[in-house]
């Protein structure tokens, strides 16, 4: 079975600096999908960022990067010059191409502060 | 617009009692997910459905049931059989079954308290 693991309960950041969440996984499949989740106080989760394994290209999206490291599967997320907005729990999770109706498996979330 | 409506927002329980968390999606996706999440935790995986009429046990399935009699709608019942069933319950589409369909949309969730 696939694992994922943030091992960072908690970080903050400074408005306006870069913050990088980090996100490693288990998987002896070739095939994959990444994913990036926020959820803010509204407890809504909101899809930030996704990756595409057999893609060697890291994903952008606005102030949002991956650094996606296959061989080491790590899957880190930076934030670039961070807003107040940005307050919220980010949640790493994996799926996997391969299997039908295949779910999404979670990591335990990291909780990011930003202070103004 | 399209999304996943859940009902009710809160909701109270007394210990015995069941009671059933609603999830409609008007977005036309095949597969359907409810999740449970729990301070300091991850989601966790309860039931999954990928078609009408079909459903799968997750990860943590034991106490809770589900049905699939309309696409749209995929409620869950929180059996008295579970043992602790206070927390966040969260339920998601996906457009279609196969992991290549992508991400999962949510819905904003459901708080449920027992007393």
């Known amino acids: 079975a696939q694992t994922v693991t943030q091992s960072q309960p908690e970080m903050s950041v400074q408005e306006a600096e870069t913050v990088t969440l980090s996100c490693t996984y288990d998987?002896?499949?070739?095939?994959?999908?990444l994913f990036w989740y926020k959820q803010p106080p509204s407890r809504q989760m909101i899809l930030v960022i996704r990756?595409?394994?057999?893609?060697?290209q890291n994903a952008t999206e606005n102030r949002f990067s991956v650094n996606f490291q296959k061989a080491a599967k790590s899957f880190s997320l930076k934030i670039s010059d961070s807003q107040l907005g940005d307050a919220a729990m980010y949640f790493c999770?994996?799926?996997?191409?391969?299997?039908?109706?295949?779910?999404?498996?979670f990591g335990e979330g990291t909780q990011l502060t930003v202070n103004p | 617009d399209g999304g996943i409506t859940q009902s009710p927002k809160y909701l109270f329980r007394k210990e015995g009692q069941n009671v059933t968390l609603s999830c409609e999606q008007n977005?036309?996706?095949?597969?359907m997910y409810w999740y449970r999440q729990d301070p300091g935790q991850g989601l966790r995986l309860i039931y999954y459905?990928?078609?009408?009429?079909?459903?799968q046990k997750g990860d943590i399935a034991e106490g809770y049931s589900v049905s699939r009699e309309k696409k749209e709608s995929f409620p869950l019942t929180v059996t008295s059989a579970q043992k602790n069933p206070t927390a966040f319950y969260l339920c998601?589409?996906?457009?279609?079954?196969?992991?290549?369909?992508?991400?999962?949309?949510f819905g904003e969730g459901s708080r449920l308290t027992v007393l």
């Open positions: 977005l036309n996706h095949d597969a």
């Open positions: 998987t002896s499949e070739s095939d994959y999908y």
């Open positions: 459905s990928q078609i009408v009429n079909d459903f």
């Open positions: 990756q595409e394994a057999y893609k060697q």
């Open positions: 999770a994996y799926r996997s191409a391969l299997t039908s109706g295949s779910r999404l498996t």
């Open positions: 998601a589409s996906s457009r279609g079954t196969s992991g290549r369909t992508g991400e999962l949309f």
